[in-house]
């Protein structure tokens, strides 16, 4: 790996700025392909779904929890949708911890490939389809198991 060809105290000096290269470069790819997420709120919607159910159901008994059931799940659905961030935002408001868990996927992406700056890793990426489509799968199944979020792409 990246770690074990550089001396142990070059590395620790590198790091931070190797890390924030590989954002710039997730966020770049995102960027392109007009990505977005958000984060599912399956608790809210649940809950609001169930209120509304319940409320029906004394309302207008049998009938009236098959009513609010199905007014309560499109509220539900309603509240959740439409907070889609793009992922290029959230990249870059991931705590460190993140960033790193990030930074060691994707250096294992990119073993094989050397840069200097965020800009020659970048152009390095954007050349190669195999990179850019190995390095998009790893960051939606990063977003959508991380951070629980539904991956939108805007055309």
Same mark, same amino acid.
């Given at each position: 790996?990246?770690?074990?060809?550089?001396?142990? $105290?070059? #590395?620790?000096?590198?790091?931070?700025?190797?890390?924030?290269?590989?954002?710039?470069?997730?966020?770049?790819?995102?960027?392109?392909?007009?990505?977005?997420?958000?984060?599912?709120?399956?608790?809210?919607? /649940? !809950?609001?779904?169930?209120?509304?159910?319940?409320?029906? $159901?004394?309302?207008?008994?049998?009938?009236? =929890?098959?009513?609010? $059931? /199905?007014?309560?799940?499109? %509220?539900? /659905? #309603?509240?959740?949708? $439409?907070?889609?961030?793009?992922?290029?935002?959230?990249?870059?408001?991931?705590?460190?911890?993140?960033?790193?868990? !990030?930074?060691?996927?994707? *250096?294992?992406? %990119?073993?094989?490939?050397? #840069? *200097?700056?965020?800009?020659? =890793?970048?152009?390095?990426?954007?050349?190669?389809?195999?990179?850019?489509?190995?390095? %998009? /799968?790893?960051?939606?199944? +990063?977003? *959508?198991?991380? %951070?629980?979020?539904?991956?939108? +792409?805007?055309?």
């Amino acid at each position: 790996t990246e770690s074990e060809m550089r001396p142990e $105290g070059h #590395w620790r000096v590198r790091m931070p700025v190797m890390v924030e290269d590989i954002m710039k470069l997730l966020c770049s790819i995102s960027e392109q392909r007009k990505m977005k997420a958000a984060v599912k709120h399956s608790g809210k919607g /649940a !809950l609001v779904t169930g209120a509304v159910a319940f409320v029906g $159901g004394l309302v207008g008994g049998p009938p009236g =929890l098959a009513v609010g $059931g /199905a007014v309560g799940g499109l %509220l539900g /659905a #309603w509240m959740t949708s $439409g907070q889609f961030k793009p992922i290029p935002q959230i990249l870059m408001e991931l705590p460190p911890c993140e960033k790193e868990k !990030l930074f060691d996927e994707v *250096t294992n992406i %990119l073993r094989h490939v050397e #840069w *200097t700056d965020a800009v020659q =890793l970048t152009a390095l990426v954007m050349a190669n389809e195999v990179l850019q489509q190995q390095l %998009l /799968a790893m960051l939606v199944g +990063y977003v *959508t198991k991380e %951070l629980q979020a539904e991956v939108r +792409y805007d055309d």
